[in-house]
């Protein structure tokens, strides 16, 4: 496992209502970008530059929580990541007993940052959709972590340049991730049914 710092926080240029977490290895260079809400965007903020609130918000209530049953924060593991989707478990230790909790990775890292728990990702899938600089000062960022807005405006963009390797490769991805979704619609029919 390799553990993880939270780098930074950028609001995208295409919707200021949506944000990216950078989260880097803490003894590499290789970075991540999650993206998250407002909400967590301005929660994981709070906790890094130190700021208390005059009422506790959503994280720091369910720090106090924790806190409050003798559970202790352990670590956060980033396990997986589906459809562009980072998904993630909080460890917590209360008395001897060991307990994992399924969480999504904003509201893992906005915890951990109160609690003082580390982040960890596995060496494999960081190796997998870590961002990498390129030559001329670029970011290559994997194609299973961007999202379809992002991947459509690369499809423009390599189709204009010609480069219809680039493009074929992330229509594919785009129509892959429409077929998911068109599925779990459907299943979402079948189950109200």
Do not use: W
Not at 72 to 83: A, E, F, L, Y
């Amino acid at each position: 496992m390799v553990e993880l710092v939270v780098s930074d926080i950028l609001c995208k240029a295409s919707d200021d209502r949506a944000y990216v977490m950078i989260l880097k290895e803490r003894d590499g260079c290789r970075k991540i970008m999650v993206a998250i809400g407002y909400a967590e965007a301005q929660a994981v903020a709070l906790a890094i530059k130190g700021v208390n609130t005059k009422r506790p918000l959503t994280h720091d209530l369910f720090k106090s929580i924790a806190d409050s049953f003798g559970a202790n924060m352990q670590c956060v593991t980033i396990s997986k990541i589906d459809d562009g989707t980072f998904y993630s478990n909080m460890l917590f230790r209360q008395g001897e007993e060991l307990r994992e909790v399924d969480a999504r990775t904003s509201d893992a890292v906005a915890i951990a940052q109160r609690m003082g728990a580390p982040i960890y990702i596995d060496e494999e899938l960081l190796e997998r959709v870590s961002i990498r600089d390129v030559k001329g000062g670029a970011i290559s960022i994997p194609i299973m972590v961007a999202d379809i807005e992002t991947l459509r405006s690369v499809l423009d963009r390599a189709v204009k340049e010609e480069n219809y390797e680039l493009a074929m490769k992330i229509k594919e991805e785009i129509d892959a991730r429409l077929a998911v979704g068109e599925q779990n619609k459907e299943q979402d029919k079948n189950d109200e049914i």
